[in-house]
């Protein structure tokens, strides 16, 4: 019988504290642990009960606020990363925003959260609050872009960091071209797909684009753009939303960021009290690394 391929447990403290970060390691007991960053992540090999439920038990039982992932040690480092804008990227649900511009916003919000908690369909629900915005100026849309849409923390020094080692980085997105071009150019992500937001002149017609990109395009985006690297195994893929749940499931590493319940319960692991670059730490980058 083959030997068991070791499982690396990865801890990613919400804050950078020393006394935490000591009494974590000292409880947790890691075999071979290692340091990611002084005060802030380790890991180490674990036994096969040893669960990330498990451990943020214990952390909990501490009071020490953390991100655990555990898996097994062999291909952690990815060679490509996919991921979600709104809500993941930055800090925003774009279509919210705009929504606000048309004073629609309450009613697109609540259509949003519905979708992203997968009770209602992506795509009817998408057709249905961009019918909403019907007449809103273009102009809107770069107004909307520098005034309301802020990156999330992590997010260029993640794309940068994986770049640099080799993989490439794709965005694939419920939202729109027009957002997702701009916040690949920011983080430095080499492609973008997400939808098109139809023109009447100057103005939004109210329809989007066909197809609409929803969950099962997401998952065909992973596979295509994994093809070159042997399939979806080699990618880390991350979102907060049903309509990402299909590509985190399938790819080798799925990251639930801040994420809704359904997601987070299906994820490999999740991201809830830290920020983008915990996605760096799991797959065994040191903070050293890190291209910021």
Do not use: W
Not at 214 to 241: M, Q, T, Y
């Amino acid at each position: 019988m083959p030997t068991p391929l070791p499982r690396i447990a990865t801890i990613v403290l919400a804050q950078r504290d020393a006394k935490a970060f000591e009494a974590a390691l000292g409880v947790l007991s890691l075999q071979n642990p290692i340091l990611l960053s002084d005060g802030k992540a380790f890991e180490g090999e674990v036994g096969k009960g040893v669960t990330q439920e498990r451990i943020l038990e214990a952390m909990t039982t501490e009071g020490i606020k953390v991100d655990v992932c555990v898996q097994p040690s062999e291909g952690r480092r990815k060679e490509l990363l996919i991921c979600d804008m709104d809500s993941t990227l930055i800090g925003q649900e774009c279509i919210d925003e705009l929504a606000d511009f048309a004073g629609v916003k309450d009613r697109v919000s609540a259509i949003t959260e519905r979708a992203m908690r997968g009770e209602i369909g992506f795509e009817g629900a998408l057709t249905e609050r961009v019918g909403l915005l019907e007449g809103l100026e273009l102009s809107v849309l770069e107004q909307c872009f520098k005034e309301r849409i802020t990156l999330n923390a992590g997010a260029r020094t993640l794309c940068q960091t994986m770049k640099a080692n080799g993989a490439k980085a794709v965005i694939v997105s419920g939202g729109f071209t027009f957002f997702t071009g701009q916040v690949a150019k920011a983080c430095g992500f080499d492609a973008h797909q997400a939808n098109t937001l139809l023109e009447d002149g100057p103005k939004l017609s109210g329809k989007v684009g066909m197809p609409i990109l929803g969950r099962e395009a997401k998952l065909d985006a992973l596979k295509a753009h994994s093809a070159d690297f042997g399939g979806p195994a080699a990618a880390v893929a991350i979102g907060d939303g049903a309509n990402d749940l299909a590509m985190i499931t399938a790819a080798g590493l799925g990251i639930a960021f801040y994420a809704k319940p359904v997601v987070a319960a299906q994820a490999h692991c999740a991201i809830n009290h830290t920020d983008l670059t915990s996605a760096l730490y799991f797959q065994g980058y040191k903070e050293s690394e890190f291209v910021t």
